[in-house]
């Protein structure tokens, strides 16, 4: 009877130990009862909720668990089953980025899209609103604020830790209580968190002796903060806002995107409990950085912005021009510090002001020693002014001196002061003149002309006093001389134009362009102008010529030549001075390759034979030269205006040629040497022997680009028919032919007959494509019936 009884016990506390752990599997105090298996998905569902609103995962709470009196086996299973859970819940559950990490406090996100107001963009403050970026959120990661009064909505976490160990979070019920598990309610609404404290631990020592003892200690801190709803009028998005109970009065107004259009940025209000609790002026936080103003919020707050009383306008050489809000009392000088004060380039004597009266405007000016007392208006307009573009006390000298520049200038300065403080005259300065450009009262100006020799000698009469904006010219004795050149050209290595000194000759000159080339002769010419004041009829020389002869193996002559300014010197040219030049030979000859012409009439003949002749296999109708086009030639041929579409390629065509080709009729030279076919050749040409070969080529617009065996007695028609004949596009009586040697013949007609080229071995046919054709419109055949019509008319009225 005592071990049914036994059993039935065990079997109660068991099923009570799986009711409450499922509930709450960390405030249990012994789990050594507890079995897995029997738990429910309901049960499973309630410990990974219990343990997600503590913020801890089940491997953060082995430790506990076990020294609780858990297996690790029933961990194990229990630990499997979470993760199976979670694994399902995430599967049926939508996917929501986390910003923020799991172990910090909490808020509702709150975002508010930024609208920029450029129609207010000119108000001083509003872009305090219009940025995104501050956004006064309150900061979730400080330590939880001693003072912060508790209400519904809010979550604690209360820990015990030490002997005896407990951690749960609890939310502040609507009633403002929270209920601690064996502890009870306590009422904690309106409490501040030190306060809450403080009656959390009296409540918990009551129940745990080891708390009372000191054995263990209780931890209170805000792991979720509540929202709370406030009402901003007069804001640009007035209305109701749910936000967090630590945000201020300028998160609030951000949020509301600042005051409206005629909303007052310095007497904003916060009312609470239906009476004006603080008066808002953003200024102090905008001019000073002073948050004073910046309280924070509680339930039902009511900021409320009135519509502004004064508002003025700072324009033009301020830091910061715009619209300002101005309070009575207030003066310009309180007004320009808003503006962040003058820029550098502001008139500070005085400042205009435009005001309005009832009837109309009126301008008034302010002096700087008015400023502190002057009280702006509403509607007034404040205009800073540029300074001069001129100045007060400025002199410049410039030319020959050491240190030409501008100076500054002091009443009784003389030009002697002045060129002392610019370290003096150059060397080459010019001492029986310098100017002065003087500017008038009247604004033009003149020249005074200044003796510096007498005036630095001490002569008060020519050592004149300056004035402001005077600038001194002292010339310079090389501003009067002619620049002198020679020129020299011919066989030197960097002919040109050079400057000409003093007793400058002729070896010099060879040596500074850096000698003669491996071509200069002996004879060199110098032209030297003719200088003369009388004009003689009678000799018709321009210039005066000069033969000398120098050794061209030596830049240093016998005689060393004087040169003179502008004279022209040429160094001739050796009569007979050729490097050697060669040409190539390529294809079907004994010895291709490249060889020099050995004189300046060398023929193809001449080339061929030195190259051991023709091979067998050689092509006598396929021997070409290819000739190198000078760039030259191209840019004669790009100049021509050919009259040409802007479609038309025709020019891009002939850049890309690089080649002419010149045909060579080999049997014609070999009976005879001086046939026209045996031309003279040119350094870089070379010269083609083609392969024989038995095939024809067609190509072009054709269903089949081939190559067709030679047959003898076959002509052109045979050739195309053989590929397919012409496509749809192809222009068959276009049709033309080019032979091995380079030559083309063309398809000739008469008028109903048509007579094609003959067909050489290794030639190729090629079948160009029609041009396209524009059909006429039907309007287009109306026109010409319309004009046919009335010349036929007037034929028939003629006759009558």
């Known amino acids: 009877m005592k071990k049914t009884i036994y059993v039935l016990t065990l079997f109660i506390l068991l099923f009570t130990?799986?009711?409450?752990?499922?509930?709450?599997?960390l405030r249990s105090k012994d789990l050594s009862t507890i079995n897995v298996d029997y738990l429910t998905d309901s049960d499973i569902a309630k410990i990974d909720a219990q343990l997600k609103s503590n913020n801890t995962t089940i491997e953060q709470v082995e430790s506990m668990a076990l020294s609780k009196g858990m297996s690790q086996t029933e961990y194990d299973k229990l630990k499997s089953r979470l993760n199976e859970?979670?694994?399902k819940s995430n599967n049926n559950r939508p996917k929501i980025q986390e910003n923020s990490n799991d172990s910090e406090r909490k808020q509702v996100k709150i975002i508010n899209e930024k609208v920029k107001d450029s129609a207010n963009s000119l108000i001083f403050g509003s872009e305090l609103f219009d940025n995104p970026t501050l956004n006064f959120e309150p900061d979730l990661k400080l330590a939880t604020p001693m003072n912060y009064m508790l209400g519904p909505g809010d979550e604690l976490q209360v820990s015990v830790y030490g002997v005896q160990e407990y951690n749960a979070s609890i939310s502040v019920s609507v009633e403002g209580k929270i209920t601690i598990q064996n502890v009870g309610q306590?009422?904690?609404?309106?409490?501040?968190?030190?306060?809450?404290?403080?009656k959390i631990k009296a409540a918990i020592a009551r129940v745990y002796s080891t708390v009372r003892s000191g054995q263990s200690q209780v931890s209170v801190s805000l792991s979720q903060i509540r929202t709370i709803k406030i009402t901003v009028v007069g804001g640009k998005q007035p209305g109701n806002y749910s936000i967090s109970s630590l945000a201020t009065v300028y998160n609030a107004l951000h949020l509301a995107g600042g005051p409206g259009k005629n909303g007052s940025y310095r007497n904003i209000e916060l009312i609470r409990n239906n009476k004006v609790y603080k008066n808002i002026d953003i200024y102090r936080f905008l001019t000073k950085g002073d948050q004073s103003d910046n309280v924070s919020l509680k339930e039902n707050d009511v900021i409320r912005i009135p519509a502004y009383s004064q508002r003025v306008t700072v324009e033009g050489e301020v830091k910061r021009p715009g619209i300002f809000e101005m309070k009575k009392g207030e003066t310009f000088s309180d007004l320009l510090n808003f503006a962040s004060g003058f820029n550098e380039f502001a008139y500070t004597a005085s400042v205009n002001v435009v005001q309005k009266t009832g009837k109309e405007f009126k301008v008034h000016d302010i002096n700087e020693s008015d400023f502190s007392t002057y009280n702006p208006q509403s509607g007034d307009v404040f205009k800073v002014t540029k300074i001069l573009s001129r100045f007060e006390n400025r002199i410049k000298i410039e030319g020959a001196v050491f240190r030409p520049d501008y100076y500054s200038y002091s009443e009784g300065m003389r030009i002697s002061d002045l060129i002392t403080r610019a370290e003096g005259l150059k060397e080459d300065a010019y001492s029986k003149r310098a100017r002065i450009i003087r500017l008038k009262s009247d604004l033009t100006t003149e020249i005074v002309n200044v003796d510096l020799s007498a005036a630095l000698s001490g002569d008060t009469n020519a050592d004149i006093q300056l004035k402001r904006e005077d600038i001194v010219t002292v010339y310079s004795i090389l501003d009067f001389r002619e620049e002198y050149k020679v020129t020299i050209d011919g066989e030197v290595k960097k002919p040109g134009t050079?400057?000409?000194?003093?007793?400058?000759?002729?070896?010099?000159?060879?040596a500074q362009v850096g000698g003669l080339t491996g071509s200069a002769s002996k004879r060199v010419e110098i032209a030297r102008m003719v200088k003369s004041d009388v004009i003689n009829d009678a000799d018709p020389n321009r210039i005066e010529l000069m033969e000398l002869e120098i050794a061209a193996d030596n830049n240093e002559q016998i005689k060393n030549f004087a040169l003179k300014p502008f004279d022209v010197i040429n160094i001739r040219r050796i009569a007979v001075y050729e490097k050697p030049e060669m040409i190539t030979i390529t294809g079907a000859v004994t010895y291709p390759g490249k060889y020099v012409l050995a004189n300046k009439k060398e023929k193809v003949y001449n080339i061929v034979m030195r190259a051991g002749g023709l091979t067998s296999i050689a092509n006598l109708e396929g021997m070409k030269i290819k000739r190198p086009i000078k760039q030259e030639e191209?840019?004669?041929?790009?100049?021509?205006?050919?009259?040409l579409s802007r479609e038309d390629t025709l020019k891009e065509k002939i850049k890309d040629i690089k080649f002419s080709t010149i045909p060579i009729n080999w049997e014609k030279i070999e009976k005879d040497k001086n046939h026209y076919s045996n031309v003279t050749l040119f350094p870089g040409d070379e010269i083609e022997v083609a392969v024989y070969n038995e095939g024809v080529k067609v190509t072009g617009n054709v269903l089949l680009t081939s190559e067709i065996p030679y047959r003898r007695g076959k002509g052109f028609k045979y050739y195309i028919s053989a590929v397919g004949g012409?496509?749809?596009?192809g222009w068959k009586r276009k049709a033309y032919i080019i032979y091995p040697n380079g030559k083309a013949d063309v398809t000739k007609s008469f008028l109903f007959f048509r007579s094609y080229p003959t067909v050489e071995p290794d030639s190729q046919i090629v079948v160009p494509e029609k041009p396209e054709t524009r059909k006429m419109s039907t309007g287009e055949w109306v026109s010409i019936g319309s004009v046919l019509t009335s010349l036929a008319l007037l034929i028939v009225t003629a006759f009558r």
């Open 17 to 25: 130990s799986l009711q409450v752990n499922a509930q709450d599997i």
């Open 85 to 87: 859970y979670a694994g």
């Open 186 to 198: 306590i009422s904690v609404s309106g409490m501040s968190v030190e306060a809450a404290t403080q």
């Open 498 to 510: 050079y400057d000409y000194f003093e007793n400058l000759t002729l070896n010099d000159l060879i």
């Open 634 to 643: 191209i840019e004669k041929i790009e100049n021509v205006d050919l009259n």
């Open 726 to 729: 012409v496509n749809n596009k």
